[in-house]
């Protein structure tokens, strides 16, 4: 079965700084890979997703990820780090056969340091 | 921009009584989906739903849930008798569904949360 791991509940950095989620799946094919940011009171918005092609994925808001399928991972970047982005960070596979479904990680509760 | 938007956001009902969530995906979408997150834990996928009829549906989809297309905006999902472990955020999706078999990306409402008591 599908599975999804975002390892970290919850990462403080400072604003500035360069930030890093983790995200690692379990299948067996590749799968289509999805990052998805909630803030406070709003919606799942799509910060980026990979199909297929090139590993390096850039996103919107500045971020950006790379696929390594010899890791199962799909880490979720940015360079530096804006108080704006505190948020909720989820990332999400679809798997094959079931095209319409997503399995999502629990999530990464990101707080920044002014 | 267009969005998904969901009525009510909170809604508070007693055990064993129906509710049903709305929502209106964007209009020139043709797939919706229903998700749910239970306090701490995961969002869960429930159902999608594609050329007014069921895609598919997780095993947490019982028959105590049902999802309609009333009209040519609204999508619901009833909840028959609701249950404690019910309460939950439950999340409306869309996709433009070009394909039944391509991957699109889906948008999501804000949620409405439910509470049984």
């Known amino acids: 079965a599908q599975s999804v791991t975002q390892p970290d509940i919850h990462i403080t950095v400072s604003e500035g700084a360069s930030l890093e989620l983790r995200c690692n799946y379990s299948y067996g094919a590749t799968p289509y890979l999805f990052w998805y940011v909630q803030s406070p009171g709003q919606g799942l918005q799509l910060l980026l997703k990979y199909f297929s092609g090139d590993t390096l994925v850039q996103g919107i808001k500045g971020f950006e990820t790379e696929f390594k399928r010899s890791q199962s991972s799909f880490n979720l970047r ?10 909720e960070y989820f990332c999400a596979v679809v798997a094959g056969s079931t095209l319409g479904r997503l399995y999502f990680g629990r999530g990464t509760q990101l707080t920044v340091w002014p | 921009e267009p969005e998904v938007t969901q009525t009510p956001s909170h809604q508070v009902t007693q055990m064993g009584q129906e509710v049903i ?33 069921i895609s598919e549906k997780s095993e947490i989809f ?24 019910d309460s939950a955020m439950y999340f409306c999706a869309s996709s433009k569904g070009l394909s039944r078999v391509a991957v699109d990306e889906q948008f999501f409402g804000p949620g409405t949360r439910l509470t049984v008591l």
Not at chain 2, 27 to 52: A, D
Request: hydrophobic letters at 35%; charged letters at 25%; proline letters at 4%.
């Open chain 1, 78 to 87: 940015k360079p530096s780090v804006h108080w704006s982005d505190a948020a």
């Open chain 2, 21 to 53: 969530l709305r929502c209106v995906p964007i209009s020139n979408h043709l797939y919706f989906y229903w998700y749910r997150q239970i306090l701490g834990q995961k969002v869960e996928f429930l159902v999608s739903f594609y050329n007014n009829e």
């Open chain 2, 62 to 85: 019982d028959d105590q849930f049902s999802v309609e297309r009333p009209d040519g905006s609204n999508f619901t999902l009833k909840i028959r008798s609701t249950k404690l472990e």
